[in-house]
């Protein structure tokens, strides 16, 4: 009798625990307790960060913000970055089953649909590039056969939609501020921030662009702070600052306690005033004219009348 009152106790206790670990965070499905493998890979042109993510129980991954290479001077572009992170998961053998893109991109080209290509996936976006679209189409004045409807993409996430990577449920939480389509996307007990957050040393992303909002940017920084302290947050920039060797791993609890920009309790005021006084100061990525035109389209380079790959540069509209 003890003892099966002993195996209901532990029942109960198992229940209340899985009940626990399933328990939404801010609303949100957080499961820590699924630990992904993530491989970083450092791009020196545009410093930034591609990803291989995999499930520990099988071969499926996720490339997280991958580069193309480009020399814009000459007009030219390659797969350098792209090819080693292809050659690490044909090395690996993995199954590649999403190509994710934190947000559109202003200072480096995605490689999606080269990737795509060589190892299939699908290319998935944030719902609000199609504000993106719309934005960037009249500035490149793009015409009707450009669609702003993001069907460029696989697949368009919405705040909150879940999806899988092999037996992991990974989930998007919408981050606006740097760009309206901006997606934080949670996997396990890592979120890749995109450019929400830089490391506690580089402090927080330009919020000046068309659709760009600091304030956005302060509460879209705060809903990534109240994740689980523990949680491993991946950067998809590091400018090295101090001239420190490159990083691109933190934690939520690091980023509170020591964000050039939020840490230490800097209030939504304060901070609004800091990122827009900053921003003034900031000239335009190189990269952005061809970035935007290419990322608009899930990284394909636009075709001119004739079916050439072409790219435009609007005067005196940025
Ligand atoms: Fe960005």
Not at 241 to 260: C, D, L, M, Q, S
Request: aromatic share 8%; with cysteine; net charge negative.
């Amino acid at each position: 009798m003890n003892e099966m009152n002993q195996q209901q106790r532990m029942d109960a206790h198992n229940a209340r625990m899985s009940e626990e670990i399933a328990r939404p965070i801010a609303g949100y499905p957080v499961n820590m307790q699924v630990r992904p493998e993530v491989e970083g890979f450092y791009d020196e042109a545009t410093a930034t960060i591609s990803y291989i993510v995999k499930d520990p129980t099988s071969n499926a991954c996720a490339v997280i913000d991958s580069v193309m290479d480009i020399d814009y001077a000459a007009g030219r572009i390659t797969f350098d970055h792209a090819d080693m992170l292809i050659a690490r998961i044909r090395e690996r053998g993995l199954e590649l089953q999403w190509i994710i893109e934190t947000h559109a991109h202003a200072d480096h080209l995605s490689a999606a649909p080269y990737i795509q290509q060589k190892l299939g996936g699908k290319i998935g976006i944030g719902e609000n590039i199609r504000i993106v679209q719309e934005v960037f189409g009249k500035i490149f004045n793009e015409g009707t056969e450009f669609q702003r409807d993001g069907s460029q993409f696989d697949a368009l996430f919405k705040d909150g939609d879940t999806y899988m990577i092999g037996n992991m449920q990974a989930f998007a939480m919408h981050t606006p501020g740097h760009t309206p389509a901006c997606m934080t996307h949670v996997i396990g007990d890592a979120a890749f921030v995109g450019d929400t957050l830089f490391m506690p040393d580089g402090g927080s992303a330009r919020a000046d662009f068309p659709g760009g909002d600091a304030g956005m940017l302060y509460d879209s920084i705060m809903k990534v702070l109240s994740l689980p302290d523990e949680m491993r947050l991946f950067m998809c920039h590091d400018y090295k600052p101090g001239g420190r060797e490159v990083k691109w791993e933190t934690t939520v609890a690091e980023e509170k306690a020591h964000n050039i920009h939020v840490g230490g309790g800097r209030t939504r005021e304060e901070f609004i005033k800091l990122r827009t006084e900053r921003d003034k100061t900031l000239s335009m990525p190189t990269l952005i004219i061809p970035s935007i035109q290419v990322n608009i389209r899930a990284g394909r380079i636009p075709r001119d009348k004739d079916g050439n790959e072409m790219l435009k540069v609007p005067i005196n509209k940025l």
